[in-house]
């Protein structure tokens, strides 16, 4: 397919930029920040308070109807499928919002937000369910929650899409949930014509070895290949919206790029709402943002960014790769950041005229589907993709290694950390997201890794982790290679 031609710095500065990140994550485990998976307990605050903790944010236009786009966002990591019994839910004293910037002035010209109910048929049981469930509505599922969401426009206006909806509960069993598939289905909701609303619990999408944070893969590059978040479920919402509710003026064709975040707000004891968590970009606030305004990261705004605009520049962890590995760290200030994180790259997903540099996952929603995605969006030639808005599959982590090795400046690579899809398989259709690892499931967490390769065991991975030990060796080096490898991947020439 005809791919949209971006200069040579322009695609450098994209891969690159995410490649200092990730790297970036690579080496957080030989400092003193509290970092893990995308934005699982990434802050000291919040890590305290899962329910509330945003994990991930996901913006990309539907591939079976373009005139839409789909918002995911997912709450409280970590979900064992079978830690009863009181199951997962998501916070009464809460709102959920996702936010969209479409005129880059960093302030939100759209907010969705969910709120949630609690409801018991009986308290008279420790049960979430005290027969089979085989519809949402079924007596049986004795604990369940309600959502409301809502639209709220720039000028305050606020406007009700769905009510009293039930939320998809947690999988908790195939004795309690004989076909858990059907309440999926039946928890996804049309409220008008070309919306769709999906909110329940869900397999976690995020998917990548978090061994990373044990020194690199522990040590010796021994501990790869392992999807970590494996059989851990989420809390997500999901919403599927015609591109018109999102763009300035509600003209996409004319105005196609927006920024949008998600935030949570915890209601105090004095009755407001206080912002406790943020999140646009993978990665931004564990890699980016020192610990010591993780928190504070949690509860700003996107206008309040100017202030973290010399983390971004001039980040820490470069330094610290120097001190420990006397590897010399780029020069600064890293404008190249700047573009993927704060504005958006030229040419992809940068708004035309003025742009307030703010933190936000930007999305070009002109940018046609990709009939087959590469997991390596933009990098793979795959403009649909990171950091171009971000799919369910963008594999955000390989995507980094490999513009370490090379992959710009013609050099071809496998790198990664052997873990290239999910777990489990996303849907085709709204709203995408793997349906909830099962509490009945003895072993939710099975290692794909090493040992499991080594067993007869034949898993849809094993294909993928072919040749991983190679890789496993050249990402050691990448990632130790990789900040002072920018500098140079940026000097050099290649288009995408
Ligand atoms: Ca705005
Ligand atoms: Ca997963
Ligand atoms: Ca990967």
Known sequence: MKRTRLTTRQGAIALACTGGLLTAVGLAGLGPLAATASSHREAPLISGTPQYDTTDLYAFRSPEKQGTVTLVANWLPFEEPAGGPNFYSFATDAQYDIHVDNNAD????????????????????????????????DKNLNYYQTYKLVRIAKSGKVKTIVNNKR?????????????????RKEATTMPEK????????????????????????????????DDTLAGFNVQSVALQVPKRWLAKKGNATKNPVIGTWSTTQKKSTNGTYVQVS????????????????KDGFNASKPTQDVGALKYVTNPELPKLVESVYGIDAPKTPRDDLVSVFLTGVKGLNKAKGKVTPSEQLRLNMST????????????????????????LGDDVIDIALQVVEGELVGSANDLGDGVNVNDAAFGDTFPYLALPASGSNADPHPSTGASAKQSSTQGPLDGVLLGREGSMAMSGVGLLALVAGIGGALRRRRDV
Request: glycine letters at 10%.
């Open 167 to 183: 939320v998809a509960p947690s999988n908790i069993g195939k004795a309690s949930m004989p076909d858990y598939a059907a309440l």
């Open 278 to 293: 943020r999140l646009g970009n993978p990665l931004v606030n564990e890699v980016v943002i020192p610990l010591k305004l």
């Open 194 to 225: 070309n919306v769709k609303s999906f909110v329940g619990q869900a397999e976690d999408p995020f998917f990548l070895d978090l061994r990373v944070f044990d020194l690199l893969y522990g040590g010796d590059l021994s501990e790869a290949g």
């Open 106 to 137: 960093a302030k939100p010209d759209v907010t969705f937000r969910w709120t949630f109910k609690d409801h018991y048929v009986t308290k008279d049981t420790f049960l979430a369910a005290t027969g089979p469930v085989t519809s949402l509505k």
């Open 368 to 391: 046609p589907v990709t009939a087959e995605p590469n997991r390596l969006g933009v990098i793979g030639g795959d403009t649909q993709g990171y950091p171009n808005g971000r799919r």
